[in-house]
T-cell receptor, first 113, second 116 residues
Framework: AQSVTQPDIHITVSEGASLELRCNYS??????LFWYVQSPGQGLQLLLK??????LVQGIKGFEAEFKRSQSSFNLRKPSVHWSDAAEYFC???????????FGSGTRLQVQP | DTEVTQTPKHLVMGMTNKKSLKCEQH?????MYWYKQKAKKPPELMFV???????INESVPSRFSPECPNSSLLNLHLHALQPEDSALYLC???????????????FGPGTRLTVL
């Protein structure tokens, strides 16, 4: 069965600093990988996705993520964080077909002025 | 239209009430999902509909009854709920063709349910 681990429950960064959120997955074949963001009381917004091809994927809001098969990782990065980026971030994996997403436990990002 | 809408935004109900949550999308997606999300937790899958047929029920109690009347609408009927059912209920939709398409899910804003 697939699983997703987000080792950092809570991260605080200063506005303008760089950000990296970690995600490790376990899946037997090539996974479909996603990062979602959720503001308090809101639904989930898709930031970016990886299906195949270039292992560095660009998303919305200036985010990018790099798929590293050897490390089973799909870390999310942003070079300069804005106060509006404060939210909960979920990494998710999908095996394709009819099964739905498996989410990591989430990382809460706080941004200090 | 790339939006999934959900109504109501908030719902408070007693344990003997019957209520329904509604979800709508007009993206032509033929898979629709219900998730339950407790505070500070990731979403948990409840049901999946594919081409208006229930394809996955993740052992959800019968007090939750899903319905997919057409390709754009998804309902969740609630009856005799317990206080522990209080949560954010999220609807999502996705395509059913193309690589990974089942997994690229678009979420609605959710219904915040409180059971008294």
């Amino acid at each position: 069965a697939q699983s997703v681990t987000q080792p950092d429950i809570h991260i605080t960064v200063s506005e303008g600093a760089s950000l990296e959120l970690r995600c490790n997955y376990s899946y037997g074949a090539t996974p479909y990988l996603f990062w979602y963001v959720q503001s308090p009381g809101q639904g989930l917004q898709l930031l970016l996705k990886y299906f195949s091809g270039d292992t560095l994927v660009q998303g919305i809001k200036g985010f990018e993520a790099e798929f590293k098969r050897s490390q089973s990782s799909f870390n999310l990065r942003k070079p300069s964080v804005h106060w509006s980026d404060a939210a909960e971030y979920f990494c998710a994996v999908g095996p394709g077909g009819r099964r739905a997403l498996t989410f990591g436990s989430g990382t809460r990002l706080q941004v200090q002025p | 239209d790339t939006e999934v809408t959900q109504t109501p935004k908030h719902l408070v109900m007693g344990m003997t009430n019957k209520k329904s949550l509604k979800c709508e999308q007009h993206m032509g997606h033929r898979a629709m999902y219900w998730y339950k999300q407790k505070a500070k937790k990731p979403p948990e899958l409840m049901f999946v509909y594919s081409y208006e047929k229930l394809s996955i029920n993740e052992s959800v109690p019968s007090r939750f009854s899903p319905e997919c009347p057409n390709s754009s609408l998804l309902n969740l009927h609630l009856h005799a709920l317990q206080p522990e059912d209080s949560a954010l209920y999220l609807c999502a939709s996705s395509q059913v063709t193309g690589a990974g398409s089942y997994n690229e899910q678009f979420f609605g804003p959710g219904t915040r349910l409180t059971v008294l």
